[in-house]
């Protein structure tokens, strides 16, 4: 199996996905600490795939969803985008609606939370 094979199947096998540096409880740069901090706080259930542990899939990421950058954010198959762009969506709230659509659970409350706090 190729580094993107299992790439496609994870993200098809998931309904969140987060390619990232480390892992959920342990990141390793900022980017990555930052979009796992929010998938945590408003308690999705996600699955973290830690890039530095392979190199292939590592690249084969950025080759897969053609972004350059890490960390990766998939929801039901979908690329959602980089550390940007999910705080930019969470806080105009809409993630929230992209999380409510795809019928991924969350909590709303920290969600809002997280928007007061940076209002």
């Given at each position: 199996m190729t580094a993107l094979d299992q790439i496609k199947d994870t993200v098809e096998k998931n309904d969140v996905v987060l390619?990232?540096?480390g892992t959920k409880m342990m990141p390793q740069c900022g980017f990555s600490s930052r979009v796992a901090g929010i998938l945590n706080y408003i308690g999705v259930d996600y699955a973290?795939?830690?890039v530095l542990a392979d190199p292939e899939i590592r690249q084969g990421i950025k080759d897969f969803s053609d972004w350059p950058t890490i960390p990766q954010l998939y929801v039901k198959g979908e690329f959602v985008g980089g550390c940007d762009i999910v705080t930019e969506m969470t806080l105009s709230g809409e993630l929230?609606?992209?999380?409510?659509?795809?019928?991924?659970?969350?909590?709303?409350a920290a969600a809002d939370k997280i928007r007061e706090a940076n209002g």
């Open positions: 390619f990232m540096k973290d795939v830690n929230d609606a992209l999380l409510t659509d795809k019928g991924v659970n969350f909590d709303k």
